[in-house]
């Protein structure tokens, strides 16, 4: 087996030595299209593994056509990096952690970070910390909300948001949640804009969810309103999101991923407006990215081999 590992694992303990155990073992972290695509047809590559966090294109006709390539094993549960439907036409298998629910129940990251977001948004952390790397020592702009008794809308009751939903119950919030696809009490999206203060969003992205957060919904919010986005850029109309923040109707937006993550980012219209006063925090897509998950994550996608 000639496998290319074209993501970052050499900081993870065990899994580099797991892998050359597999076969001979091609490394090429953070390289363009053009230079996986050489290193795909000089080594003879039949294995790519990857991971959707560094990655600045997609996997596609343009970068597998005329290779050996016969497996991709993506240590993710998204696919959006790869071109599901052209390896299907051409007999590519792809491995995917997508339904490894023994896993990934086990990786708590991205609903941390989720966490980790609201917390920096409602206590201006990233601000405050800026305005003392200048040293100033003015508390008085960084008075923000405390996390007990807020009302948290959680958008998505899978994995990830039903760990959201127990870190903000363990600190004293009241939650709400939307997810027709499963059985517990239900906040229409209608209401929950209406009434909570933060919104966390934990939902694939489907013809159902795309663009579900809106301009519709937005209009409706209630004052001070917080958005968490740690799912996909495309759940949310990133220039609905960007209007609601300079009129005022949306308080911060705090994210993980933005849409076209593998396009110009200079075309985001988040990160083109993040730096002219507005309250939103941008992360490049580190849900994931812990040495304990990630560790984990790549030992099992490994072993699949
Ligand atoms: N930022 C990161 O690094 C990172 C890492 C892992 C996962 N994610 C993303 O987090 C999201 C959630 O992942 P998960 O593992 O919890 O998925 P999951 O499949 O366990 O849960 C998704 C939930 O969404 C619900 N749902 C489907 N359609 C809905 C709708 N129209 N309205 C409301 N709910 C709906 C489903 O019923 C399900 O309960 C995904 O978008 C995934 O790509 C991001």
């Given at each position: 087996m000639n496998i290319a590992v074209i993501t970052p694992i050499k900081h993870l303990p065990g899994v580099q030595q797991l892998i050359e155990n597999k076969g001979s073992v091609f490394y090429l972290e953070?390289?363009?299209?053009?230079?996986?695509?050489?290193?795909?047809?000089?080594?003879?590559?039949?294995?790519?593994?990857?991971?959707?966090?560094?990655?600045?294109?997609?996997?596609?006709?343009e970068l597998l056509e005329g290779t050996q390539v016969s497996?991709?094993?993506?240590?993710?549960?998204?696919?959006?990096?790869?071109?599901?439907?052209?390896?299907?036409?051409v007999n590519i298998t792809i491995y995917s952690l997508t339904k490894d629910y023994e896993l990934i129940k086990q990786l708590p990251s991205t609903s941390e970070l989720a966490f980790g977001l609201m917390l920096s948004l409602l206590r201006k952390i990233p601000e405050s910390n800026q305005h003392t790397l200048?040293?100033?020592?003015?508390?008085?702009?960084?008075?923000?909300?405390?996390?007990?008794?807020?009302?948290?809308?959680?958008i998505g009751y899978g994995r990830l948001g039903k760990m959201m939903d127990g870190y903000?119950?363990?600190?004293?919030?009241?939650?709400?949640?939307?997810?027709?696809?499963?059985?517990?009490p239900q906040t229409s999206l209608e209401q929950m804009f209406q009434e909570c203060d933060v919104i966390s969003l934990h939902v694939h992205v489907t013809d159902?969810?795309?663009?579900?957060i809106s301009s519709k919904l937005l209009g409706l919010a209630k004052k001070d309103l917080y958005i968490i986005n740690t799912s996909r850029g495309e759940i949310v109309n990133e220039n609905?999101?960007?209007?609601?923040?300079?009129?005022?109707?949306?308080?911060?937006?705090?994210?993980?991923?933005?849409?076209?993550?593998?396009?110009?980012?200079?075309?985001?219209?988040?990160?083109?407006?993040?730096?002219?006063?507005?309250?939103?925090?941008?992360?490049?897509?580190?849900?994931?990215?812990?040495?304990?998950?990630?560790?984990?994550?790549?030992?099992?996608?490994?072993n699949k081999l």
């Open positions: 953070g390289g363009s299209k053009y230079e996986v695509r050489n290193l795909l047809l000089t080594k003879n590559i039949d294995t790519i593994l990857c991971n959707p966090n560094q990655q600045t294109y997609k996997i596609d006709k497996l991709i094993n993506t240590c993710s549960t998204g696919m959006n990096h790869i071109d599901v439907d052209y390896c299907s036409c200048n040293y100033q020592w003015d508390y008085t702009q960084f008075v923000g909300r405390q996390i007990k008794d807020l009302k948290i809308g959680i903000c119950k363990a600190f004293g919030a009241k939650t709400f949640i939307f997810d027709p696809y499963v059985d517990i159902e969810t795309k663009y579900m609905d999101i960007v209007e609601a923040l300079i009129t005022g109707r949306l308080t911060g937006y705090g994210a993980d991923v933005i849409e076209n993550e593998f396009d110009d980012l200079t075309k985001s219209p988040i990160l083109r407006v993040m730096n002219k006063g507005y309250n939103i925090i941008v992360t490049p897509h580190i849900g994931g990215m812990t040495i304990e998950g990630q560790t984990k994550a790549y030992k099992w996608a490994i």
